[in-house]
């Protein structure tokens, strides 16, 4: 039985490299990189595509087996791609939504698994003074307090992001001729 499962294993490592190795051709050869860049005003410099292309490994200039190597490389070093400007907003992004919310919840069991977030810190307590016959006490208002701080500190964070750190990345993204990113005001 477990000769059969290593067999069965190696088989479908093998039909994923296949799989994976031939789409990664097929793109290479069918789509062109270089049509984003097409019809822009004003249009970018030559050199300023290849740089782009070439800082995301899609450059048809370079010999397909050399971008193909590249590739490889980072997906046995599990990375799978570049961010543009080296950081993550995404990270910073899901550093607040993890304390705002447990992310890792995905069955019945797993709130017994992983601590709870604010926003059921703050739905706990409202369901305890909404089924409660009297006022409010003070704990229940200081701990309301303590709480609505805590997540309004990590939504004036996600705001310091939306204000300082996605204009330097849409600016980026001009300066690299890319479309932009815009967010509407969320908040």
Not at 16 to 33: D, E, G, K, R
Not at 164 to 170: C, R, S
Request: aromatic share 6%.
């Amino acid at each position: 039985m477990g000769k059969f499962l290593l067999q069965r294993l190696a088989y479908l490592v093998i039909l994923v490299v296949i799989a994976t190795s031939s789409t990664y051709f097929l793109a290479a050869v069918a789509l062109n990189p270089r049509s984003n860049f097409e019809g822009r005003n004003p249009p970018p410099s030559p050199e300023v595509v290849d740089s782009l292309l070439d800082s995301l490994n899609l450059n048809n200039k370079t010999p397909i087996m050399e971008r193909f190597e590249r590739w490889v490389r980072g997906v046995a070093a599990w990375n799978l791609g570049d961010a543009i400007d080296g950081g993550s907003i995404n990270d910073e992004m899901k550093k607040i939504e993890e304390t705002l919310y447990q992310t890792k919840n995905k069955s019945g069991q797993d709130p017994l698994n992983y601590p709870i977030r604010l926003n059921n810190k703050l739905g706990a307590l409202a369901g305890e003074v909404d089924g409660s016959d009297y006022h409010p006490t003070e704990q229940v208002k200081t701990v309301h307090k303590e709480i609505a701080d805590k997540i309004d500190m990590q939504l004036n964070s996600l705001r310091q992001i939306m204000k300082d750190k996605l204009p330097k990345f849409n600016d980026l993204v001009k300066q690299k001729q890319v479309s932009a990113v815009s967010v509407e005001d969320i908040m």
